[in-house]
T-cell receptor, first 111, second 115 residues
């Protein structure tokens, strides 16, 4: 059961790059790392997923070092609408494994 | 529908009553998950289904909580003899299957308030 640790909150300004790091020291070999975004009164929304090295999509990049004991979500040029809670999830979508969400990082983007 | 649908969106009930929460997953998704989120907190995993089977029920907080899934589709989470500490948002998610690279798609939850 991989436990995750994230900063509780972060502040940024519009147009800046934001990097949120998640620690998962006891990640298992088969575990993937997935990041979600949650706005108030909504369910979490999938952002990006990776296993190792770097993954990039239209909204974010995910950096995973060789030891996979941490991961960093990178949001380029944030806007006010990126203000949300960001969760990293480490776990195996296979029978017998519980999925663990971190406590989430509350990102506040200021004008 | 296109996404995961949960009903009701809000539920207020008196302590001691039973409540039933419903989740309609994305069509074709075989895996279904229930989570609980207390105010300002992270997500607490409760239970998952692969098809109609729930291999691991250890995340359920007490024996007052139960869940079932029928026809590999709709799932209900039942809380008997509700207590005030059951007040939370109950989130449901589904994924295509339980393969390692399948992300979860969440509904917007049921906000449960126990008076």
């Amino acid at each position: 059961l991989a436990k995750t640790t994230q900063p509780i909150s972060m502040d940024s300004y519009e147009g800046q790059e934001v990097n949120i790091t998640c620690s998962h020291n006891n990640i298992a070999t088969n575990d993937y790392i997935t990041w979600y975004q949650q706005f108030p009164s909504q369910g979490p929304r999938f952002i990006i997923q990776g296993y190792k090295t770097k993954v990039t999509n239209e909204v974010a990049s995910l950096f995973i070092p060789a030891d996979r004991k941490s991961s960093t979500l990178s949001l380029p040029r944030v806007s006010l609408s990126d203000t949300a809670v960001y969760y990293c999830l480490v776990g195996v979508n296979n029978a017998g494994n519980m999925l663990t969400f971190g406590g989430g990082t509350r990102l506040m983007v200021k004008p | 529908g296109a996404g995961v649908s949960q009903s009701p969106s809000n539920k207020v009930t008196e302590k001691g009553k039973d409540v039933e929460l419903r989740c309609d997953p994305i069509s074709g998704h075989t895996a279904l998950y229930w989570y609980r989120q207390s105010l300002g907190q992270g997500l607490e995993f409760l239970i998952y289904f692969q098809g109609n089977s729930a291999p691991d029920k250890s995340g359920l907080p007490s024996d007052r909580f139960s869940a079932e899934r029928t026809g590999g589709s709709v799932s209900t989470l039942t809380i008997q003899r509700t207590q005030q500490e059951d007040s939370a948002v109950y989130l449901c998610a589904s994924s295509l299957n339980r393969q390692v690279d399948q992300p979860q798609h969440f509904g917007d939850g049921t906000r449960l308030s126990i008076l």
